[in-house]
């Protein structure tokens, strides 16, 4: 079964810097329908004015992904780690027994575009943990790369939970395909673009939910079409 979220119906908050879509219930959004997915508990579609952001706040017993398209968003934590996470990084934060951090548009006059994303944990009580890993376009380009997955395999960010998590870029007529295992469920979310995937198309901000479904089949429809593919435990 394949079942569209679509993108103008997700929650929205709008502050004097932050416009954020949330594919589920976040902070003052609340919808007993979309509570998450699986491990998924948040998708945020965030874009944040120049030098403007998150301030110190804490996190724990979650997986927290940071997936940049656009600019860049400067990153510290009560760890030690301060970094900027440009477009095409992958960041983990794993808040653990806790942590705080701050996230903050780096660039003085161009906006930062993201996702951030919270997985819930294998178990709670992890010890904080990060790590940041670049992924350049022609690694996704046609195809599904890993940027995500349990064991850190074939160079990507080690996730505290059984799921591996993909991202692809699509030109028109570019297709891939994807096997669905047993008892898995895949959340896809089409960050810019347009995609078909079996029979249904997606525009920017759309997502599909799809249990029992055991072959995608996937082809863009506009240029630059990016999404990530979450395979998840049903």
Same mark, same amino acid.
């Given at each position: 079964?394949?079942?569209?979220?679509?993108?103008?119906?997700?929650?929205?908050?709008?502050?004097?810097?932050?416009?954020?879509?949330?594919?589920?219930?976040?902070?003052?959004?609340?919808?007993?329908?979309?509570?998450?997915?699986?491990?998924?508990?948040?998708?945020?579609?965030?874009?944040?004015?120049?030098?403007?952001?998150?301030?110190?706040?804490?996190?724990?017993?979650?997986?927290?992904?940071?997936?940049?398209?656009?600019?860049? %968003?400067?990153?510290?934590?009560?760890?030690?780690? /301060? +970094? *900027?996470?440009?477009?095409? !990084? $992958?960041?983990?934060m794993t808040a653990g027994t806790?942590?705080?951090?701050?996230?903050?548009?780096?660039?003085?006059?161009?906006?930062?575009?993201?996702?951030?994303?919270?997985?819930?944990?294998?178990?709670?009580?992890?010890?904080?943990?990060?790590?940041?890993?670049?992924?350049?376009?022609?690694?996704?380009?046609?195809?599904?790369? %890993?940027?995500?997955?349990?064991?850190?395999?074939? /160079? +990507? *960010?080690?996730?505290?939970? !059984? $799921?591996?998590?993909?991202?692809?870029?699509?030109?028109?007529?570019?297709?891939?395909?994807?096997?669905?295992?047993?008892?898995?469920?895949?959340?896809?979310?089409?960050?810019?673009?347009?995609?078909?995937?079996?029979?249904?198309?997606?525009?920017?901000?759309?997502?599909?939910?799809?249990?029992?479904?055991?072959?995608?089949?996937?082809?863009g429809l506009a240029s630059q079409?990016?999404?990530?593919?979450?395979?998840?435990?049903?």
């Open positions: 079964m394949l079942q569209v979220r679509q993108g103008q119906a997700r929650g929205r908050t709008v502050i004097g810097w932050l416009d954020s879509y949330h594919s589920f219930s976040f902070g003052d959004y609340y919808d007993p329908q979309f509570m998450g997915f699986s491990d998924l508990r948040v998708i945020n579609e965030d874009w944040v004015k120049p030098g403007e952001g998150f301030g110190m706040h804490p996190h724990r017993d979650m997986e927290i992904v940071t997936y940049v398209l656009e600019g860049e %968003l400067a990153h510290k934590d009560s760890m030690g780690n /301060g +970094s *900027v996470i440009q477009a095409g !990084d $992958v960041q983990r806790g942590v705080f951090h701050s996230e903050f548009n780096h660039s003085p006059s161009q906006q930062v575009h993201l996702l951030q994303i919270w997985i819930l944990p294998e178990r709670k009580g992890l010890a904080p943990s990060y790590e940041q890993i670049p992924f350049h376009p022609d690694e996704k380009r046609g195809k599904l790369r %890993l940027i995500g997955s349990r064991d850190g395999r074939d /160079g +990507s *960010v080690v996730i505290h939970q !059984d $799921v591996n998590l993909y991202a692809s870029i699509l030109d028109p007529g570019m297709a891939v395909s994807y096997t669905v295992g047993a008892e898995r469920a895949i959340w896809l979310q089409l960050a810019r673009g347009e995609i078909r995937v079996n029979d249904q198309v997606l525009k920017a901000g759309d997502a599909v939910s799809i249990t029992q479904q055991p072959q995608l089949e996937i082809t079409s990016e999404f990530l593919l979450f395979d998840l435990r049903q």
